[in-house]
């Protein structure tokens, strides 16, 4: 089993930065996929980031140039830097871990494929 909680939500203005963090615990190594998903209002989970085991990152397209995963040496702390926040950036932000069987690079963005995920943490972009 593969705990996970999140910490780091709020509110920010347009324009800012927010770094949301995520502690991890439990049988890490039986995942090899971990990242953060997202439920804006109105709308179904979507993955924002992802790493991979072997260090790859998979972003949103909406995302790209302003968010920034990473994770620790361990594995037990995985983080996103958000840059440059949007009101539509505005959600609930869940982490999550699977194993995809060495496919993360495929599927990434499938939520079937994460079997572990946190509480979620709330970040609200308005002026």
């Known amino acids: 089993q593969v705990h996970m909680v999140e910490s780091g939500g709020g509110w920010v203005q347009p324009g800012g930065s927010l770094t949301l963090s995520c502690e991890v615990s439990?049988?890490?190594?039986?995942?090899?996929?971990m990242g953060w998903f997202r439920q804006s209002p109105g709308e179904e989970r979507d993955a924002v980031a992802v790493?991979?085991?072997?260090?790859?990152?998979h972003y949103k397209v909406s995302v790209r140039d302003r968010f920034i995963i990473s994770q620790d040496n361990t594995r037990n702390t995985v983080r996103l830097q958000m840059n440059q926040l949007k009101p539509e950036d505005t959600g609930v932000y869940y982490c999550a871990a699977g194993n995809t069987g060495g496919y993360c690079y495929v599927f990434w963005g499938s939520q079937t494929e994460y079997a572990h995920w946190g509480q979620g943490t709330e970040v609200t972009v308005s002026p």
């Open positions: 439990g049988d890490i190594d039986s995942t090899d996929c």
């Open positions: 790493m991979s085991i072997d260090g790859s990152r």
